[in-house]
């Protein structure tokens, strides 16, 4: 009798967390749309709000940033981007255990940059990553960011492009 109530409670637990995969990836592909949307509108603070307080960003470098670094690399990023023309984020490949989320994504990122020197630039970035979000009392925070794979190319604006650009 022990074991049947065990083994339907286990049962139900399982099919609990299976129901809550849809749920948790709407939310976090919602939470995606709005970090892309904060991005373009350089609000720092509602791509901050998606962070837990102990968020991590691991660089293809074997760098890591805490949360206060991150932030700071999100500010320089937005400062230096005149023009977002393309900003995605695909997920790849979803599973959620428990109150936690491992997520792959490639995301996509054109824009018209100001160089270290001032200059304009099209920056065409494309990355990969391994991220973790945890399921919190204010829903899912992002709490890892791990880049797996990162290319980026520059080429200088033409004329015609910086008039589109301001």
């Known amino acids: 009798m022990i074991i049947t109530v065990a083994s339907t409670t286990l049962a139900t637990l399982s099919t609990a967390c299976q129901a809550s995969k849809p749920d948790a990836r709407s939310a976090i592909r919602a939470a995606y749309d709005r970090y892309n949307t904060a991005f373009k509108n350089k609000d720092i603070h509602t791509i901050m709000a998606l962070f837990t307080a102990d968020f991590k960003w691991k660089l293809v470098d074997g760098k890591s940033l805490d949360r206060a670094k991150t932030q700071a690399a999100i500010e320089q990023q937005m400062t230096a981007t005149v023009r977002v023309h393309k900003m ?3 997920i790849e490949r979803f599973t959620v255990r428990g ?12 824009a018209t940059m100001r160089g270290a020197r001032g200059k ?3 920056l065409t970035s494309e990355e990969t990553y391994r991220d973790t979000w945890v399921k919190t009392p204010d829903g899912w925070k992002f709490k890892l960011a791990v ?18 650009s301001k």
């Open 99 to 110: 109150d936690r989320a491992i997520v792959y994504t490639r995301e996509l990122l054109v």
């Open 120 to 122: 304009l630039e099209r």
């Open 147 to 164: 880049v797996l794979t990162s290319k980026a190319a520059t080429k200088p604006v033409r004329p015609a492009e910086k008039k589109e």
């Open 88 to 90: 995605s984020v695909k």
